[in-house]
T-cell receptor, first 113, second 115 residues
């Protein structure tokens, strides 16, 4: 069956450093991979989408990579700020259905001032 | 546009009771999704609509769960004969067709507690 794994432990980093979160998957060949941010008690907020034929995508301080050979995506936040503290979720779709997404369990990030 | 709206925000119910949640998507979005999320887990797909048609339903969704989207606008999710295992955050999201290219817009969810 399909499986999506994200950093199993919470990630604590110092303000100003780069945070790197991982998303690994098995038994998938997703056409798209997305990253979301979720704050406590709120719904996820869409951040970035990357297609299977794209190696890297950037948006402001965010960068996502997608390695379909390794079946892995990396999510980077550069120059991290305390306001970046949240849970980050990766989500994959099969690309050939009607938009059914599978989410990972998320990684909790805390940026320490 | 005020985004995706879900009501109520919180619901506490006794085991065995029926509950109904409502979702108002972004008006121009034709796709609507329901997800369920428990503490420490990612959202789990339940079902999705394109306009008023329910096109997919997860095997996780027991017969006690039913969703509707009359007229392709708002949607309701009903849980009959609630069980303690139904306690979770129920999230609604919407998108345009091909929305996997741009991501979903989620509501803030309805937190259900079954006592």
């Amino acid at each position: 069956s399909q499986k999506i794994e994200q950093n199993s432990e919470a990630l604590n980093i110092q303000e100003g450093k780069t945070a790197t979160l991982t998303c690994n998957y098995t038994n998938y060949s997703p056409a798209y991979l997305q990253w979301y941010r979720q704050d406590p008690g709120r719904g996820p907020v869409f951040l970035l989408l990357i297609r299977e034929n794209e190696k890297e995508k950037r948006k402001e301080r965010l960068k996502v990579t997608f390695d379909t050979t390794l079946k892995q995506s990396l999510f980077h936040i550069t120059a991290s700020q305390p306001a970046d503290s949240a849970t980050y979720l990766c989500a994959l779709d099969l690309g050939n259905t009607g938009n059914q997404f599978y989410f990972g369990t998320g990684t909790s990030l805390t940026v320490i001032p | 546009d005020t985004g995706v709206s879900q009501n109520p925000r919180h619901k506490i119910t006794k085991r065995g009771q029926n509950v109904t949640f409502r979702c108002d998507p972004i008006s121009e979005h034709n796709r609507l999704y329901w997800y369920r999320q428990t503490l420490g887990q990612g959202p789990e797909f339940l079902t999705y609509f394109q306009n008023e048609a329910q096109l997919e339903k997860s095997r996780l969704l027991s017969d006690r769960f039913s969703a509707e989207r009359p007229k392709g606008s708002f949607s309701t999710l009903e849980i009959q004969r609630t069980e303690q295992g139904d306690s979770a955050m129920y999230l609604c999201a919407s998108s345009l067709s091909g929305g996997n290219r741009g991501g979903y817009t989620f509501g803030s969810g309805t937190r259900l507690t079954v006592v």
